[in-house]
T-cell receptor
Framework: DQQVKQNSPSLSVQEGRISILNCDYTNSMFDYFLWYKKYPAEGPTFLISISSIKDKNEDGRFTVFLNKSAKHLSLHIVPSQPGDSAVYFCAAIEYNYGQNFVFGPGTRLSVLP | EAGVTQFPSHSVIEKGQTVTLRCDPISGHDNLYWYRRVMGKEIKFLLHFVKESKQDESGMPNNRFLAERTGGTYSTLKVQPAELEDSGVYFC?????????????FGSGTRLTVV
């Protein structure tokens, strides 16, 4: 059973608009979350993180929101750029005790010029 | 610093053959992980080394998969004999022993196709 879910396999957004990628998790012990970005033929690279003590973390055009009660997080990209087109993975861990990050299936974002 | 290096980048083998994947982590990274992504699904955990010791191999699918990390440096993942369902992209990742707030550094992966 998937502990980290990304229910939208793909998303298309117009350049300059906001991209919103969603992630849901089932394990209430998860308290640290990452977003990774992956281009074709490359490995995933770290994008942004959030701890459960926060509900928002911002880094430039990227903002991650965490709703602990709903076990839901989202990644907002504003404004979206064609270079943002990639697969985005959500990952979670129980920070102090977990041994490895658990990843979702990814969402393929296409930013159209 | 050099990143995580995986070799080969692609491998096409026939069912029943043996394949060995190699991962060179970032120098000084004691944690080394193997993950696999099959058919666009989630990146699934296979196993975790701390230096040369297997810390967690709960994700290994079956005994056809054997991972080693002799000397605590590079790691190999051998599949013998390979089956069709083993096809996918195998990622290696590494990190420092201390908790890394930016997660792991991944290699580019090895795309394995079993025909």
């Amino acid at each position: 059973d998937q502990q980290v879910k990304q229910n939208s396999p793909s998303l298309s957004v117009q350049e300059g608009r906001i991209s919103i990628l969603n992630c849901d998790y089932t394990n209430s012990m998860f308290d640290y979350f990452l977003w990774y970005k992956k281009y074709p033929a490359e490995g995933p690279t770290f994008l942004i993180s959030i701890s459960s003590i926060k509900d928002k973390n911002e880094d430039g055009r990227f903002t991650v929101f965490l709703n602990k009660s709903a076990k839901h997080l989202s990644l907002h990209i504003v404004p979206s750029q064609p270079g943002d087109s990639a697969v985005y993975f959500c990952a979670a861990i129980e920070y102090n005790y977990g041994q490895n990050f658990v990843f979702g299936p990814g969402t393929r974002l296409s930013v159209l010029p | 610093e050099a990143g995580v290096t995986q070799f080969p980048s692609h491998s096409v083998i026939e069912k029943g053959q043996t394949v060995t994947l190699r991962c060179d982590p970032i120098s000084g990274h004691d944690n080394l992980y193997w993950y696999r992504r099959v058919m666009g699904k989630e990146i699934k955990f296979l196993l975790h080394f701390v230096k040369e010791s297997k810390q967690d191999e709960s994700g290994m699918p079956n005994n056809r998969f054997l991972a080693e990390r002799t000397g605590g440096t590079y790691s190999t993942l051998k599949v013998q004999p390979a089956e069709l369902e083993d096809s996918g992209v195998y990622f290696c990742a590494s990190s420092h022993l201390d908790r890394n707030e930016k997660g792991y550094t991944f290699g580019s992966g090895t795309r394995l196709t079993v025909v």
